[in-house]
């Protein structure tokens, strides 16, 4: 049975890899890999896993373990992905017709190592087969250090006080991952924020982004506009900031077929996510009771509550469209409008009609009105006050976030107390919530 595997390989892996048969097991290994006491310890994969040094790294069904093995005189750590035993169909389909999921996650990776899209490097992958039954199965890669999902980390800054500084950078290099998986001809079919990784730590400013659980994924000569879209409506983002990812995944304002196919995705994708219940009824009432024994610690905040300061232009902007703002708002608000705009309509029309009738006869007064803005960080402070002090005495304003902490409070307080003494006059203004 195994000579069946190696055989079927090797005639659909890249060339810089080459089949493998250790003990029961049978599959392909990545050449830059090869070595004997390698090979010795992936025959002994299922003891491995069970060893007291494996460490778990996601259970359920597929597991994700960590291992640390012999290579070349010294250690490798590598991550083993198990896959679970499926049902006798799907074995039959997948031997016959599409291949098993380690061996299309191992393909994969390759493909994407080869056009230089972020993943981790492919080992090897092993099978041991029993007739049409596939009884063990496993995908071998590089096991990743200083690294965090994209979900983890967009949940965490979205909790925080997020800025378009700290957001921006992180959907460029989501972005531009994609982008480069997309132009390689790959579709992930499962490109949840869980399946990307940032680099953290030390690396996390020169990191590149990587994509994992490749296994669902399918290779094409050229991907449409509409299967890129159909891959992207699975990112987990508030829709203003979506858009947003587009543009930078386009690398200008994403065409509108793009946005339009993406907007049907999304919310086909959501009327399947509303309609789980009654698909899975029993594993859906498992999962909730799951959920309410271990809440999910870090999760999305509500989304009417999530707003973005802009750094640049000095204010908030919430991170929903117009009409995703709308379908949030209250159902009584409309009424509130309506009637408080019918109780105070004579005294505004009486009030406009006044001031129509003074318009350019009545002079008006500027003093005070004209002034300069400041916000200053630490290095353009000078570069600022130096150019306010070559426009003469125009008042100036000083901005004091909530959001911004003490310590910009004091850097802000030190600015007020200098221009004050040099007998400028400052208004100030408590910006208190976004």
């Given at each position: ?16 890899s ?5 003990g ?14 390698l090979?010795q ?31 070349q ?17 799907k ?21 994407l ?18 007739g ?36 921006a ?5 989501v ?21 990307i ?18 296994n ?17 409506s ?5 829709s ?9 995944y ?50 999305f ?12 232009s000095?204010?908030?902007?919430s ?32 009030h ?7 318009a ?9 009105r004209i002034?300069i ?62």
């Amino acid at each position: 049975m195994n000579e069946f595997v190696v055989k079927d390989s090797l005639t659909n892996v890249a060339q810089d890899s080459s089949a493998l048969v250790v003990g029961e097991y049978a599959g392909v290994i990545n050449n830059a890999f090869r070595c004997e006491e390698l090979n010795q310890a992936l025959s002994r994969v299922p003891d491995l896993l069970q060893a007291p040094d494996a460490e778990l790294i996601a259970g359920g069904r597929n597991q994700n373990v960590r291992l640390m093995l012999p290579f070349q005189g010294g250690r490798l750590a590598v991550m083993v992905k198990s896959f679970g035993k499926q049902k006798r169909w799907k074995d039959y389909v997948d031997i016959r017709y599409r291949k098993t999921k380690a061996q299309r996650s191992f393909e994969a990776a390759l493909h994407l190592k080869t056009n230089k899209v972020g993943t981790p490097a492919p080992v090897a992958f092993l099978e041991r087969r029993c007739g049409n039954r596939l009884e063990e199965s496993y995908f071998i890669s590089l096991f990743e250090e200083q690294v965090t999902s994209f979900h983890d980390q967009i949940i965490s800054t979205l909790n925080g006080e997020p800025t378009c500084g700290e957001l921006a950078p992180m959907l460029a290099r989501v972005a531009e991952l994609c982008r480069a998986m997309h132009d390689a001809g790959f579709i992930h079919h499962d490109l949840g924020n869980q399946n990307i990784l940032l680099p953290q730590g030390e690396e996390s400013d020169s990191g590149c982004a990587q994509i994992i659980d490749l296994n669902r994924g399918r290779i094409f000569p050229e991907l449409s506009m509409r299967q890129r879209a159909q891959d992207l409506s699975r990112l987990n983002l508030p829709s203003e900031i979506m858009q947003m990812f587009l543009d930078i995944y386009w690398g200008k304002p994403a065409p509108e077929l793009l946005r339009t196919w993406h907007r049907r995705y999304v919310s086909l994708f959501r009327l399947r996510a509303n309609t789980r219940r009654l698909r899975h009824p029993i594993r859906e009432a498992r999962l909730a009771r799951e959920r309410d024994i271990h809440p999910e610690v870090n999760a999305f905040p509500a989304p009417r509550d999530i707003w973005i300061w802009d750094d640049r232009s000095d204010q908030a902007f919430s991170a929903l469209e117009r009409k995703e703002r709308v379908r949030l708002y209250p159902r009584g608000r409309s009424w509130c409008m309506l009637k408080s705009t019918a109780a105070a309509a004579w005294s505004v029309r009486k009030h406009y009609l006044s001031s129509k009738a003074r318009a350019f006869s009545a002079p008006v007064n500027l003093k005070s009105r004209i002034g300069i803005a400041l916000d200053p960080d630490g290095p353009s402070q000078g570069i600022e006050v130096g150019l306010l002090n070559k426009l003469g005495a125009a008042p100036a304003l000083l901005r004091f976030c909530h959001h911004e902490g003490q310590q910009r409070w004091h850097e802000q307080a030190g600015l007020v107390k200098h221009l004050a003494a040099a007998g400028r006059e400052v208004n100030i203004a408590l910006v208190q919530d976004r």
